[in-house]
């Protein structure tokens, strides 16, 4: 039997075996690409049915691989977020099975494409820096907002009277200059307010600098700081991990010393007895 637990957990941990779970994700999602051409499916229907439940099989027998990997703690396996991620994919890509629901079916299985960023460790550590950031980026948000807000109150006294259309309400000036930062048709929103304000560029040009460039660079500090902590964390976490192999061999070597101390007490009481 330790035989046995030492061989899961020797593939559990193996780099070929993530490798291959990862080509299977991919494959699953070349699959579900497939399913969007129907003269595909008229023809290959079948295997791509075949080939979509292989995948969820090999899905299960990687979960239990990795549970049983963990015995004698087995509940150990769901302490992982990532973990839960992928369980949860198993269980909603098993739904179809209870009833005859296909467009449903089809949609629940694109929740297995989230198995991309589960197995990678590049991709887990990305969209961990992207939740980290959330915080900052919210307050970047804010103050957009609030710089947003002051140039669309200002656009409005400034152009509504001759560009009604593009300016003539809060909500009409807010999205003009949505597409003012995004760069959709900018010049030509600017040239007709230059028509009768000529100095009306001082206005895009200091919105586009203080909203665009200002703010992607503040996006980008923030996420690549949240980035290199990040990274700092995955190398503490790679330096503390052991492989199991030597935390038992370490633990039966206290156990062996532990016993010769015993030993040696137990002597030097009877001796102590004896005298």
């Not at 006294?157 to 593009?166: I, L, R, W, Y």
Request: glycine share 6%.
């Amino acid at each position: 039997m330790q035989t046995l637990d030492k061989v899961i957990r020797r593939v559990a941990g193996a780099p070929a075996f993530e490798r291959f779970i990862f080509a299977v994700i991919v494959a699953n999602g070349l699959l579900l690409g497939l399913e969007t051409y129907p003269y595909v499916v008229d023809r290959l229907g079948v295997w791509i049915e075949i080939g979509h439940w292989s995948a969820l099989a090999i899905f299960i027998v990687e979960f239990f691989i990795k549970v049983l990997a963990l015995r004698p703690r087995p509940v150990r396996y769901f302490q992982d977020p990532w973990n839960i991620i992928d369980f949860c994919v198993i269980v909603i890509a098993l739904i179809p099975l209870v009833g005859d629901i296909a467009l449903l079916g089809r949609l629940v299985r694109l929740f297995r494409m989230l198995r991309l960023v589960t197995t990678s460790a590049r991709l887990r550590v990305i969209v961990g820096t992207l939740i980290r950031a959330v915080p900052s980026v919210f307050f970047i948000v804010v103050l957009l907002s609030i710089i947003g807000y002051m140039y669309a109150v200002a656009g409005y006294h400034f152009f509504h009277a001759h560009d009604p259309f593009h300016w003539g309400s809060l909500a009409k000036s807010a999205l003009t200059l949505f597409r003012v930062i995004t760069f959709e048709g900018w010049t030509t929103i600017m040239d007709t307010a230059m028509e009768h304000s000529p100095f009306a560029w001082v206005y895009f040009v200091s919105f586009i600098v203080i909203s665009g460039f200002v703010a992607v660079n503040l996006f980008v500090a923030a996420i690549i700081n949240e980035w290199d902590e990040a990274e700092r964390i995955r190398a503490r976490e790679l330096e503390s991990e052991l492989p199991y192999d030597a935390v038992i061999a370490e633990m039966r070597a206290t156990q062996e010393a532990l016993r010769r101390l015993e030993q040696k007490l137990e002597g030097e009481v009877e001796r102590r007895r004896e005298g």
